[in-house]
């Protein structure tokens, strides 16, 4: 009797000690790859149920989650989203979670090393857990004028405060409703995404930070005067050739000047009228005396081909390799390959404008647990030296006489000194249509502002009806608060 005691007793132990060693690999080890596992409907249920932490602009909820009255508890809802949706992305319940929905995820959700004293809390009382909420740097009134003055044309408008990187606006046009792939309903949600995909206009793509990317044009030769004058060789008095045509080396092919502006009232110039009239012939001429090197180094210190969050994720902007001098001289103005993003080329108008130095770029400024608590909070950082303080107050001031005396007139503000360049993108299309760019900052004495606005596929003069008016008003937005 005792040895059937104990061998009942050895098998009770034994089928205990491997149910517990069942719970711990369950537990510790297999945790993870139980939640992901797609037939795994409680994970899911509770993941797009749960009650995320909200995405504010101006203390308004952009993005929330509201009770829901189908199977999951709560619904992620986006406020004025064609105005939000590239920033928010979209939370979805067949696509998983873009934007800062994805990037902000942890917060959001409350899953961050910094919210595990609110979910042991929410453990022992029963409680479910609720997300962080993230505060935005936005401007409600100037994203709201950046949207609208895109609106009818594809392109985007970024705008920063020089001095400490907080972006201020972020727009994308076309834009989309992220509630159409937010829903609960996956048949909804995947017609919209075909929909929207198939769009040849690409909705989807957040063109301030991400898609193809865009030659800067002129806006570039911004960088080219920074190198010029960095180099000891030119000042602003330098004479410079000014033909109507280059001949570009190596080809049969000559580099026109800018035809819209008054380059053609003089066979040599000076630094400053190279820049106020926009005259390609002299850049190019720079550009292949420095050297790729020198104009590769100068775009390199400005933020070309380095990575960067914001924290959203940013496409490098390109500066090519590997250039013959006729390849070098159209990179110059901002062609062949040269390639950025509007967040980009609104920094490097930051850059100049804050003395030369380079703030980073931040999109949050405050994360704030389910008790309000602050667990994350914006500090100005200094993301580079993009070049010395005499340098670019010399190309401040020329960017001002672009502004005042140039072709960037549009974008002049009463009583206020603003910097600017102008840029067009040649697409080498049939109906000679480009992309159209503005870059500046005001006021120039005490900068509050840099923007950078494109709009793609237009003529020159629908092109300049455009960007440096509606950079004024983006100033004037600013400037009158």
């Not at 590769?296 to 902007?317: C, M, R």
């Not at 090519?320 to 110059?332: G, H, K």
Request: hydrophobic residues 40%; proline residues 5%.
């Amino acid at each position: 009797m005792n040895t059937s005691i104990r061998r009942l007793w050895f098998a009770s132990v034994a089928i205990v000690m491997v149910l517990l060693l069942a719970l711990t690999y369950v537990q510790f080890f297999a945790a993870k790859s139980l939640e992901a596992n797609p037939w795994n409907n409680r994970a899911l249920y509770e993941q797009f149920g749960s009650d995320r932490g909200s995405i504010l602009v101006g203390g308004e909820e952009i993005a929330k989650s509201v009770p829901s009255q189908d199977d999951f508890e709560h619904q992620r809802v986006y406020e004025s989203s064609p105005l939000y949706a590239h920033l928010t992305g979209y939370f979805s319940l067949v696509y998983g979670a873009t934007g800062l929905e994805a990037t902000m995820g942890e917060q959001l959700s409350g899953a961050s090393d910094e919210q595990f004293y609110n979910r042991v809390v929410s453990l022992f009382s029963g409680n479910q857990p609720s997300g962080a909420s993230v505060e935005l740097t936005l401007d409600p009134e100037l994203q709201r004028t950046a949207h609208d003055l895109l609106e009818g044309h594809k392109g985007s408008i970024v705008a920063v405060n020089p001095q400490t990187g907080e972006i201020l606006a972020m727009a994308s046009s076309p834009g989309y409703d992220a509630n159409r792939l937010a829903s609960h309903n996956a048949d909804e949600v995947v017609s919209a995404a075909d929909e929207l995909n198939s769009d040849p206009d690409k909705p989807l793509e957040n063109r301030a930070i991400a898609g193809d990317l865009y030659a800067p044009g002129s806006t570039f030769k911004i960088i080219d005067t920074v190198a010029a004058l960095e180099s000891g060789q030119y000042d602003t008095d330098s004479t410079l050739p000014n033909p109507a045509e280059l001949p570009l080396p190596g080809t049969t092919v000559n580099l026109p000047n800018y035809r819209q502006g008054g380059c053609a009232a003089r066979t040599e110039v000076n630094l400053e009228f190279a820049l106020e009239q926009s005259c390609n012939t002299p850049f190019a001429s720079i550009a292949m005396d420095l050297g790729q090197d020198a104009i590769s180094k100068t775009a390199e210190n400005f933020g070309y081909g380095q990575d960067l969050s914001i924290p959203l994720q940013v496409t490098p902007s390109l500066f090519p390799e590997d250039m013959n001098d006729s390849q070098l001289a159209l990179s110059s103005i901002g062609q062949y390959d040269v390639r950025t993003t509007p967040l980009q080329v609104a920094m490097m108008s930051a850059a100049i404008a804050n003395d030369g130095v380079m703030m980073k770029p931040q999109l949050v400024k405050t994360v704030r647990s389910s008790d309000l608590s602050v667990i994350q909070d914006f500090e100005a950082e200094q993301l580079r030296r993009s070049t010395d303080p005499e340098t670019a107050q010399t190309v401040k001031d020329l960017m001002v006489q672009v502004v005042s005396d140039g072709i960037a007139g549009g974008a002049a503000v009463p009583g206020v000194e603003v910097g600017g360049k102008t840029g067009t993108a040649e697409l080498g299309t049939e109906a000679g249509l480009n992309d159209s760019w503005f870059t500046g900052f005001a006021p120039a004495n005490d900068p509050q502002i840099a923007v950078a606005v494109v709009i793609e596929d237009v003529d020159v003069t629908t092109g300049a009806q455009l960007t440096s008016p509606s950079a004024k008003q983006l100033f004037e937005a600013v400037l009158n608060q």
